[in-house]
């Protein structure tokens, strides 16, 4: 039977599940979102195009399924920086924005960009849709580049033309198993047996368990540890697979971040699961990585293997099935006791000391670890954090564990701001039975902050929690640190508490030590958008002070020479 392009598009988006597109109405969707409403179709619509990107990021990165997003022109410029981030965070989204009709391009068409060539750098792959007819394909391409290895953002322009133009002849929609991988890729037998082997004869091995391990479970990683004994560090979308209560797990992989990761240099040995050999353990070299470390890399996308330097053994395949087939082979040998678990162990507890000893600080207002202290006590395992790239955020990263997959988010590598409070609703859209906590600056904050109206309006309720020191502060203190003077990093302390009352939302602000737990308490307990606005003075964060050595260091370095 006939059907025009959006009744098209869709039945293509419920055959694969879709049943939430995160939005802003333009008047190049228009048809479109007519006809998705009409089939039932969620909406959910946010303030500004890249907030409502970062939703579906967060969306899609917790239910492992493609998350939807729908923009026209205008709003498709807007939404880059959300797909920039996705893409470092490996998320899956379908961004679709509509244009003026085709007949009309390179004429100077209403609102005309290129919006393909933008997208392009930020995805996985960018196309236009050039007929009506023609929709199945690029859909079926969309979600097989979004799904397939590393994951990540595509983008698709479809012009109001093709929108609307009727399809005469019969559509096939075919179902998802036929047009994309569903199985799992399994590792080289004798590479994984020379992985296990090189793995039992180390000293000093350890696991990093990285961004690109989607398919790894509980189960599966608990039965790999259990059989070789070996010490456990995880990051981004690994994180909470296996507590960081057990035994063999020892908490954030970013030496950056983790003093304890730092430890890693020790190894003489490291197996990385669908990690990605990056700046966040300098690419595998040292200091962060021995220089005669022994490397093996298990990776589903083949262009990662020795990317920044060359491994011992790499293992192309799913990361789960991999992992599956070097528990069976350790499973057939005997493994020596790790001397690891103790020192590693010992080591979190001194940098949990370490971090509350800088509390005692009082200097202008409250320290960004008396926050977490009186936070810390009030979560439980299934509640998911969202620690927003800032100082107040890094100071807690390496303090709060993971304890539950999906439950803690990070800014990744690519260093955004902004972000964390419509990433937060994204997940509360995933998690709706579970509280989502931000943890975040006021610099930060001030990107999205009128996402709280989109909060209040669909009821969705995110717990804001603010560090307001009144500056941009990593930048503040290496400013101030290596240049001497500041420079347009001082900000107001601005009332966010009274902003967010005005939207509609629970507001509370504290600066005394004394008003913190009833403050916490109240806004976690609200059941409804909710800000708690902490008066803090700025202190750089571990990261921040490792940032300002490591720049110290090449200072001194380079005067030397």
């Not at 083949?302 to 020795?306: E, K, P, S, V």
């Not at 920044?308 to 491994?311: E, F, T």
């Given at each position: 039977?006939?059907?025009?392009g959006?009744?098209?598009i869709?039945?293509?988006l419920?055959?694969?599940?879709i049943?939430t597109?995160f939005?802003i109405?333009?008047?190049?969707t228009?048809?479109l979102?007519?006809?998705?409403a009409r089939d039932?179709?969620?909406f959910v619509?946010?303030?500004?195009e890249?907030?409502?990107?970062?939703?579906a990021?967060?969306y899609?990165?917790?239910t492992g399924?493609?998350?939807?997003?729908?923009?026209?022109?205008?709003?498709?410029?807007?939404?880059?920086?959300?797909?920039?981030?996705?893409?470092?965070l490996?998320?899956?989204?379908?961004n679709?924005?509509g244009?003026?009709?085709q007949?009309?391009?390179?004429?100077?068409a209403?609102?005309?960009i290129?919006?393909?060539?933008?997208?392009r750098?930020?995805?996985?792959?960018?196309?236009?849709?050039?007929?009506a007819?023609?929709?199945?394909n690029?859909?079926?391409?969309a979600?097989?580049?979004?799904l397939?290895?590393?994951?990540?953002p595509?983008?698709?322009?479809?012009p109001?033309d093709?929108?609307?133009a009727?399809?005469?002849k019969?559509v096939?929609?075919?179902?998802?198993?036929?047009y994309r991988?569903?199985g799992?890729?399994?590792?080289?037998?004798?590479?994984?047996?020379?992985?296990?082997?090189?793995?039992?004869?180390?000293?000093?091995a350890?696991?990093?368990?990285?961004?690109?391990?989607?398919?790894?479970?509980r189960?599966?990683?608990?039965?790999?540890?259990?059989?070789t004994?070996?010490?456990?560090f995880?990051?981004?979308?690994?994180?909470?697979?296996?507590?960081?209560s057990?035994?063999?797990c020892?908490?954030?992989?970013d030496?950056?971040?983790?003093?304890v990761?730092?430890?890693?240099?020790?190894?003489?040995?490291?197996?990385?699961?669908?990690?990605?050999?990056?700046?966040?353990?300098?690419?595998?070299?040292?200091?962060?990585?021995?220089?005669?470390?022994?490397?093996i890399?298990?990776?589903?996308e083949?262009?990662?293997?020795?990317l920044?330097?060359?491994?011992d053994?790499?293992?192309?395949?799913?990361?789960?099935?991999?992992?599956?087939q070097?528990t069976?082979?350790?499973?057939d040998?005997d493994?020596?006791?790790s001397?690891?678990?103790?020192e590693?162990?010992?080591?979190?507890i001194?940098?949990?000391r370490?971090l509350?000893?800088?509390?005692?600080?009082t200097?202008g207002?409250?320290?960004?670890m008396?926050?977490?202290?009186?936070?810390?006590?009030?979560?439980?395992?299934?509640?998911a954090?969202?620690?927003?790239?800032?100082d107040?955020?890094f100071?807690?990263?390496?303090?709060?564990?993971?304890?539950?997959?999906?439950r803690w988010?990070?800014?990744?590598t690519?260093g955004?701001?902004?972000?964390?409070?419509?990433f937060?609703?994204?997940?509360?859209v995933?998690?709706?039975?579970?509280r989502?906590?931000?943890l975040?600056?006021d610099?930060?904050?001030?990107?999205?902050?009128?996402?709280?109206?989109?909060?209040?309006?669909?009821?969705?309720?995110?717990?804001?929690v603010?560090?307001n020191?009144?500056?941009?502060?990593?930048d503040?203190?290496?400013?101030?640190?290596?240049?001497?003077?500041?420079?347009?990093?001082?900000?107001?302390?601005?009332r966010?508490?009274?902003?967010a009352?005005?939207?509609?939302?629970?507001g509370?602000?504290?600066?005394t030590?004394?008003?913190?737990?009833?403050?916490?308490?109240?806004?976690?307990?609200?059941?409804?958008?909710?800000l708690?606005?902490?008066?803090t003075?700025g202190?750089p964060?571990?990261i921040?002070?490792?940032?300002?050595e490591?720049?110290?260091?090449?200072?001194?370095?380079?005067?030397?020479?």
């Open positions: 039977m006939p059907m025009n959006s009744q098209i869709s039945r293509l419920r055959e694969e599940g049943d597109v939005t109405a333009g008047d190049h228009l048809p979102m007519d006809q998705l039932g179709i969620r619509d946010s303030r500004h890249q907030a409502a990107v970062d939703m990021n967060a899609g990165r917790i399924r493609a998350a939807v997003t729908l923009f026209t022109t205008p709003g498709h410029a807007n939404a880059i920086s959300g797909l920039n981030f996705a893409h470092h490996e998320s899956p989204v379908i679709i924005a244009c003026a009709e007949s009309r391009l390179g004429q100077g209403s609102q005309e290129d919006q393909v060539g933008m997208a750098p930020v995805t996985k792959g960018a196309w236009l849709v050039p007929t007819s023609a929709l199945p690029y859909f079926r391409r979600f097989r580049t979004a397939s290895g590393r994951r990540g595509v983008h698709l322009t479809i109001v093709v929108q609307t009727t399809v005469n019969d096939r929609f075919l179902p998802a198993a036929s991988q569903m799992a890729l399994q590792g080289d037998p004798d590479r994984v047996a020379a992985a296990a082997d090189l793995l039992r004869s180390a000293a000093r350890m696991v990093v368990v990285g961004n690109g391990a989607y398919t790894i479970t189960e599966d990683l608990e039965a790999f540890t259990a059989a004994g070996l010490p456990v995880t990051e981004e979308a690994a994180r909470g697979v296996i507590p960081d057990h035994p063999h020892h908490g954030h992989s030496p950056r971040a983790n003093p990761a730092r430890r890693l240099a020790n190894a003489d040995a490291v197996l990385f699961l669908g990690k990605k050999l990056d700046a966040t353990i300098n690419f595998g070299e040292p200091p962060f990585l021995a220089p005669d470390v022994r490397i890399q298990v990776e589903i083949a262009g990662q293997i020795g920044a330097r060359g491994v053994i790499s293992i192309h395949g799913d990361v789960g099935a991999v992992l599956r070097l069976a082979a350790a499973a040998h493994w020596p006791k001397p690891l678990h103790a590693l162990a010992q080591a979190w001194d940098e949990q370490q509350e000893a800088r509390a005692a600080a200097r207002g409250l320290h960004t008396k926050v977490h202290q009186a936070l810390r006590p009030l979560l439980g395992a299934d509640d954090l969202v620690f927003e790239g800032s107040f955020a100071y807690a990263m390496p303090y709060y564990p993971a304890e539950k997959p999906h988010f990070t800014n990744g690519a955004m701001i902004g972000w964390g409070l419509p937060a609703l994204g997940a509360q995933a998690l709706p039975d579970s989502v906590i931000v975040t600056g610099g930060s904050f001030g990107f999205n902050g009128m996402e709280l109206d989109t909060a209040v309006r669909l009821n969705l309720p995110v717990v804001v603010m560090g020191d009144a500056i941009w502060g990593m503040y203190h290496q400013q101030a640190d290596l240049y001497g003077r500041t420079v347009a990093t001082e900000l107001l302390p601005t966010y508490d009274q902003v009352t005005a939207l509609g939302a629970h509370e602000y504290v600066e030590a004394d008003q913190l737990p009833a403050a916490l308490e109240r806004a976690l307990g609200a059941g409804r958008p909710a708690v606005n902490v008066r003075h202190t964060s571990p921040t002070e490792w940032i300002m490591v720049k110290r260091e090449a200072a001194r370095h380079e005067s030397s020479r």
